[in-house]
């Protein structure tokens, strides 16, 4: 198969007001092609339907007879792990190998990292026989190793690649091709990411240009419409009938002699002729992206008399007989403390247990680097049963956080990226005074990965996070606890400052 081919094929979900996809067409060639736009954009649906997932109402999609979908999530296993893993063919051990899969991770799904789970799942994906594989957020989860052992993989596909990433680096070392969903219209570039990112923000820069003018030209308008209300106000009054005596048939005869040579009809047809350039004015306006007012700012106070929180020497096993040992820690107020280290290392079994050993009184804000479907569904019920003030005040925080307040609300699928961002959301209104992150960044957009890392930059509490996002670590960790492999399978937290 050349290429997959999509043509007018439109998408509604059945809570949703508006229909994600409407009419879009698109082809997609051997190769990989990036498909990028922020939480609940319609990425994931798009591979949805692509891979049969989800049913088009409307259009058609040709050449999607052999489809792999290696979705993002990693709370269950592939269906077709076993069979991967018990197959002896070249082509498997050559996978496994190049994923650096190990034996005994069969059957220990549950015990193994997010990362190792990553790397799995990509490779009984990139075993099975397709003409078309789509990844989506490969690099979730994944150590710079391991992601560069994830781009060495995903290159050797022959095949029809889509890709679905936040991570920049991944974009521009697989991307031939990328589409682009912005405000509902679907984009095209025969480019790689960086390259169609400078074409598109010379785009936007140019919707901007002419939105500016056409909010001058709309103040105008305005202005006119009102002095041309007041001259049809002034000429009803002026061929009204109201106030004349019965028997003055003199005044009234000029009066419809006024009305017959059309001279009250001028000034209401030139009004009505404003009041529809007007109209298309605005629509036009409303076709531009729209921007909304971004940015978070902490409210509360923070407990101090809490800190510093310290955690004392001690160590944790961490599978059969590997352990992670750490010296006393603490964080202080207003610290904000970044934790890296290769998948496997205990990063975020030590959080968990940070946690549990920790004597802490006030509120404080923990998110896990997955979402369960359960505690999605958890998610949902707390939210509709907030009063309408907390409520309004919760979708004003996620639409800082880069996402549209009202289609989330009305989504009964939103995306993982918008689950993130409406668990954080819902985690502020209480105003901690510690926040504990484990991988934030995953599943997030890159303009919301932005406005995140701002606020936290002026959030006055204490911040512990999880990230193997170098840009983000760097940006924002005032101090940093390294975890690395010692010897006689033993892990070893060093504290850098």
């Not at 050449?63 to 709370?75: A, F, H, I």
């Not at 960086?194 to 030209?217: F, I």
């Not at 504990?436 to 990965?449: F, K």
């Not at 390294?482 to 010897?487: H, I, L, P, Q």
Request: glycine letters at 6%; hydrophobic letters at 35%; charged letters at 30%.
């Amino acid at each position: 198969m050349n290429s997959l081919k999509i043509r007018n094929l439109s998408y509604k979900y059945l809570s949703a007001a508006e229909p994600i996809f409407n009419a879009i067409n698109l082809d997609f060639e051997k190769g990989w092609s990036a498909v990028t736009g922020i939480n609940g954009s319609g990425k994931s649906t798009l591979l949805k339907l692509i891979s049969k997932e989800l049913k088009s109402e409307k259009g058609m999609i040709v050449g999607n007879s052999l489809v792999v979908y290696c979705e993002q999530n990693t709370e269950f296993p592939p269906k077709e792990l076993e069979e991967f893993m018990m197959t002896y063919t070249r082509e498997a051990y050559k996978l496994r190998d190049l994923l650096q899969v190990k034996d005994e991770w069969l059957g220990a799904w549950d015990i193994l990292s997010h990362g190792e789970r990553k790397r799995l799942q990509l490779a009984v994906a990139l075993s099975s026989d397709s003409d078309v594989l789509m990844v989506d957020e490969p690099t979730n989860h994944l150590d710079s190793q391991s992601q560069a052992i994830v781009v060495e993989a995903l290159k050797s596909y022959r095949g029809i690649g889509i890709l679905v990433s936040h991570d920049r680096t991944l974009l521009d070392s697989l991307s031939q091709h990328t589409v682009m969903i912005k405000s509902g219209e679907v984009l095209k570039y025969r480019s790689k990411f960086s390259l169609a990112q400078e074409a598109y923000e010379q785009t936007l820069s140019h919707k901007k240009k002419v939105l500016s003018e056409q909010e001058h030209e709309l103040k105008k308008i305005k202005k006119v419409v009102q002095v041309q209300r007041e001259k049809v106000s002034l000429a009803k009054k002026k061929f009204s009938k109201k106030g004349v005596g019965r028997d003055d048939s003199s005044l009234k005869e000029k009066i419809n002699g006024a009305i017959l040579t059309g001279k009250d009809k001028n000034d209401g047809q030139m009004l009505k002729r404003t009041l529809t350039k007007q109209h298309h004015l605005s629509e036009n306006m409303d076709k531009l992206s729209k921007e909304y007012e971004t940015g978070i700012k902490f409210k509360g106070k923070i407990a101090k008399h809490n800190f510093p929180i310290s955690i004392e020497k001690s160590c944790i096993t961490l599978f059969e007989s590997t352990q992670l040992c750490f010296p006393r820690l603490s964080v202080d107020v207003a610290e904000k403390v970044g934790i890296s280290g290769e998948n496997g290392a205990g990063k975020s079994t030590f959080i968990r247990s940070f946690i549990q050993k920790i004597n802490y009184e006030s509120e404080y804000l923990y998110i896990a680097q997955e979402i369960t479907d359960k505690k999605a569904e958890q998610l949902f019920q707390d939210v509709n049963n907030l009063d309408t003030e907390m409520k309004g005040e919760l979708f004003t925080l996620v639409q800082r956080l880069g996402s549209d307040a009202k289609a989330l609300l009305n989504s009964t699928v939103p995306s993982p990226g918008e689950m993130r961002k409406l668990l954080i959301a819902q985690g502020l209104l209480k105003s901690p005074s510690l926040i504990i992150l484990d991988e934030p960044t995953n599943h997030m957009d890159l303009e919301s990965i932005q406005l995140l890392e701002s606020a936290l930059k002026e959030y006055e509490g204490a911040l512990l996070f999880i990230t193997h996002d170098k840009i983000f670590l760097e940006n924002l960790s005032t101090k940093q606890w390294v975890f690395e492999k010692s010897e006689n399978q033993r892990y070893t937290v060093e504290e850098i400052l």
